[in-house]
């Protein structure tokens, strides 16, 4: 909704946008209501009898040179995916950041510890083996047949 700088700011452009959309509304009316958006929006609402979410829009739009609600949210919208793009961009190279930092440290590691590194990658291959091994070795309870199904 317009506020209230906007309403006095523009009030002779929303008076004449307003008497020709509306032109039951004096004069003498629209100076009680001079400067109040929720005057206004009051005794259009009075006078026309439309709801009065759409008096609103109407008089959004005046303050916004014809920009509708959907406008609005179109732009929000777009907003909105900018900044969680740019999020996740960020997020994405801090990620590949630690990556290059761990990797370059791996390296390292491995370039001093060449026998270390050998035995500690054979210790979890073989642990990682023996754990897979165990689960797909274990026994299996049978599952019934629909032959057995039927018969029970």
């Known amino acids: 909704m317009a506020t209230r700088q906007e309403l006095q700011g523009d009030w002779n452009t929303v008076v004449g946008n307003v008497k020709e959309k509306y032109g ?3 004069d ?18 009075r006078k026309s009898g439309q709801a009065r979410e759409q008096i609103e ?13 959907i406008d609005r949210v179109n732009d929000l919208a ?19 950041q630690r990556a290059r930092q761990t990797y370059d440290q791996t390296s390292i590691a491995v370039a001093d510890r060449p026998l270390g590194s050998v035995m500690a990658a054979l210790g979890v291959g073989l642990i990682t083996g023996i754990a897979i091994g165990l689960s797909i070795g274990s026994p299996r309870r049978r599952q019934p047949t629909w032959h057995d199904r039927w018969r029970m």
């Open 78 to 96: 777009r907003d909105y995916a900018q900044s969680t793009g740019r999020a996740i961009n960020d997020g994405y190279q801090q990620v590949a």
């Open 28 to 45: 003498a009316e629209l100076l009680q209501v001079e400067g109040n958006a929720d005057q206004l929006i009051g005794l259009i609402q």
């Open 57 to 69: 829009a109407y008089v959004d739009s005046l303050f916004r040179g014809g920009e509708t609600t």
């Open 24 to 26: 039951e509304i004096t």
